[in-house]
């Protein structure tokens, strides 16, 4: 059997997860590849028997894989899986992305999610979710991995009965979708703008912005120049900020420059109240106690230097540490 796992990854966990699924996957004999997103096409997905989905949860997924998503064709009943990675809000991500993979054909086998630090400019530091995904949630991710390949030439033999069953509409997830829902109504990026100024900027020495933005909304090659779904700055309400937090030289500011000062002592009741939630029914096993959790330091208090954060390495050959 082949298998093909296309995963987006910003700050490494989602990354850390699909490769403990690819080993699990190659243990039982099958052939198993790691793509990332914007390295994969349509047309490469034809030469696979089982595909795996898995990116971080914004909402529910990222924008580029909700885009690739969307326009697959037909699939034909084709097995594949999807996974994630998330902080305190887990509960929309398959109940929007199993529907969605359904619907161009494939037969989805199976999903899992982990818990994952989070890394967002005025996000107490440390997080919640602080520690994740650890070893435990590894060995998880590999067993699933595992799972999946052993399962998939079994339900194309008749076991129809190994395939998850329809991810659950419960009340945490209607709670889940107001909650997001009304980030999603605010028409900009409630961090506020982020900008770029020229004068700071080490293009074309420095490239990182560009090489780096899942939407594809930098071109500094550009005359005139082009930054953020503006062109001259971003204020798209998926609540990125990938570009602010990697780029070396503090060009990227936040317009107006409020630095998250108002996120500072501020607990988020409603991700509180979902964790206690999801600790209660096992879902969630907690690595700090909540009175160690950065209230006080959001991130780019926690960690003032630029660049606030650095691209993790992620190579694809799963033979390479
Ligand atoms: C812009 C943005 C939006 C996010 N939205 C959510 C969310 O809706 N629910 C949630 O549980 N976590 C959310 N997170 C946290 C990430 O899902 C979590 O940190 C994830 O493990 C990151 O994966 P990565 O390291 O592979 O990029 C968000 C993070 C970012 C940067
Ligand atoms: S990351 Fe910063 S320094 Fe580098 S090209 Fe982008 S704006 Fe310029
Ligand atoms: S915040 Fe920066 S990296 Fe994120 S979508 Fe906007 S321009 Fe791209």
């Known amino acids: 059997m082949k298998a093909l796992i296309i995963y987006y990854s910003q700050s490494g966990n989602t990354y850390k997860v699909a490769r403990q699924i690819g080993k699990g996957i190659r243990d039982t004999g099958a052939d198993v590849k790691l793509i990332k997103l914007k390295e994969a096409d349509y047309e490469m997905l034809k030469e696979y028997d089982l595909i795996g989905f898995g990116s971080p949860t914004w909402k529910a997924d990222t924008p580029n894989m909700h885009a690739f998503i ?17 902080g305190t809000l887990p509960h929309l991500y398959f109940p929007i992305v199993v529907p969605n993979l359904k619907r161009h054909g494939f037969n989805v ?23 994740h995904p650890d070893d435990i949630d590894l060995r998880e991710a590999y067993e699933f991995g ?30 889940q979708a107001m909650i997001c829902s009304n980030m999603l109504l605010c028409p900009t990026n409630p961090q506020g703008a982020f900008v770029r100024d020229p004068e700071k900027c080490l293009y074309p020495k420095c490239t990182i ?11 500094l090659s550009k005359d005139p120049q082009v930054f953020g779904n503006r062109g001259d700055k971003c204020d798209d309400c998926h609540e990125c900020s990938y570009c602010y937090m990697l780029c070396p030289s503090g060009a990227i500011t936040t317009d107006p ?4 000062a108002h996120d500072i002592n501020a607990p988020h009741e409603a991700f509180e109240k979902m964790l206690e939630e999801d600790e209660v029914t096992g879902k969630f096993r907690r690595l700090i106690p909540l009175d160690q959790v950065g209230y006080a330091t959001p991130y780019v208090y926690w960690h003032p230097e630029r660049p606030y954060m650095k691209v993790p390495k992620m190579t694809d050959d799963l033979d390479e540490e």
């Open 70 to 86: 969307d326009k697959l064709p037909e699939q034909d009943g084709k097995h594949c899986f999807c996974f994630c990675t998330h």
């Open 109 to 131: 086998i199976g999903y899992k999610d982990w818990y994952g630090d989070v890394y967002m400019p005025g996000m107490p530091k440390p997080y919640y979710t602080c520690g």
């Open 209 to 219: 912005c560009m090489d780096n933005c899942m939407m594809g909304y930098i071109d």
């Open 257 to 260: 420059d409020h630095k998250f």
């Open 146 to 175: 595992k799972e999946m390949a052993e399962n998939s030439p079994r339900i194309t033999a008749g076991e129809e009965g190994l395939i998850y069953p329809e991810p659950e509409m419960n009340a945490k997830v209607f709670r």
